[in-house]
């Protein structure tokens, strides 16, 4: 009988084994590197290693204020929700290099479905607390959505396309055997970087959070166990991001060492990018999508199907 056949080993795989506990520690790792890579970029010391952590610790032990506008109980799922649609995206990815727990065929369309659910919930949670900041940061989050969502899964896609597959691993496999796809597939490549950048709200397309025009965006009146979870969210989307771009366009990811090295060097030029340009306007940020950000990707799918056909 298999150790994970019982219940406490079945729930030790999904938490620890490296489940859900051990992607949200990475990502706070990952926030870590990121905000301490941004802080030496721009000449500032940085937070310490331990901060991110510091600061979940801190939310989760402070109290929950639920505005008077808001709905209770839609105000505390919304958080939950995001949480549990992020991990869930990780099943079908093989993270440190294992196996994915649960692959099935079309899995990346269900992955990046699942991980576009933070979006909507950080959405509709800015329009249900009734606060102008937050409903400002929810509609610039949903034209950024509609603006980069097509685009980041067609750029998805074109690793999908050669290797004759719509399943993570098989990708994955495909690309570890072959010549990396950043290279044969250079447009796809930079549209998931920019299109994942848009997804977790990064600099330069942090509008829907900017902090100097609208506080926090949808965030403006969470706070406690509520926005801890929000954090989490954003930090394990992050390292399912980086894994599925490094995995599709970087050689796969085949052990945890391979793992590490591709995703943080992807977190590197993330942040060299963050540091490099100012905030987009919403308008911006929309028409750069649909105006240049598509055409190179067509023009990627028109080689595809040229150097196949």
């Given amino acids: 009988m298999n150790a994970f056949d019982s219940l406490p080993g079945a729930l030790a795989a999904i938490l620890i084994l490296p489940g859900g506990l051990a992607l949200m520690l990475i990502g706070l790792i990952y926030e870590w590197v ?27 032990a402070k109290q929950s204020i639920v505005p ?7 105000f505390a799922l919304l958080p939950m929700i995001a ?5 869930t995206s990780a099943l079908a990815l093989p993270m440190l290099g294992l196996s994915p727990a649960y692959a099935f065929p079309g899995d990346l369309i269900v992955t990046v479905c699942l991980l576009s659910l933070l979006t909507l919930c950080l959405s509709l949670a800015g329009f249900g607390t009734d606060s102008s900041f937050g409903m400002v940061g929810a509609m610039r989050a949903l034209m950024q959505l509609f603006s980069y969502e097509a685009p980041f899964l067609l750029a998805l896609l074109g690793p999908a396309a050669a290797a004759g597959s719509w399943q993570i691993d098989e990708i994955m496999r495909y690309a570890g055997a072959h010549p990396w796809m950043l290279f044969t597939q250079p447009l796809g490549f930079f549209v998931a970087v920019v299109g994942l950048m848009a997804k977790l709200e990064m600099a330069p397309f942090d509008a829907p959070e900017a902090h ?56 590197i030029l993330i942040t060299g990018v963050q540091a490099l340009f100012a905030r987009l306007r919403i308008d911006q940020s929309t028409t750069l999508w649909w105006r240049y950000v598509m055409i190179l990707l067509l023009a990627q799918w028109l080689i595809l199907m040229v150097t196949r056909g």
């Avoid at 008077?68 to 839609?74: D, Q, S």
């Avoid at 949480?83 to 991990?87: C, G, N, T």
């Avoid at 980086?242 to 970087?250: E, F, I, S, T």
């Fill in 68 to 74: 008077a506008a808001a709905h209770p109980t839609l």
């Fill in 34 to 60: 990121n905000r301490k890579l941004i802080a030496r970029l721009q000449n500032r010391l940085g937070p310490r290693w331990f901060q991110p952590l510091a600061d979940v610790i801190k939310l989760l």
């Fill in 212 to 267: 100097t025009e609208i506080v926090s965006g949808p965030l403006t009146e969470y706070g406690g166990r509520h926005l801890a979870l929000f954090r989490l969210s954003k930090d394990a989307a992050l390292v399912i991001g980086l894994a599925l771009v490094a995995g599709l366009y970087l050689g796969g990811i085949a052990d945890p060492l391979n793992f590490l090295v591709k995703t943080l060097a992807l977190l």
């Fill in 83 to 87: 949480l549990a649609s992020v991990l």
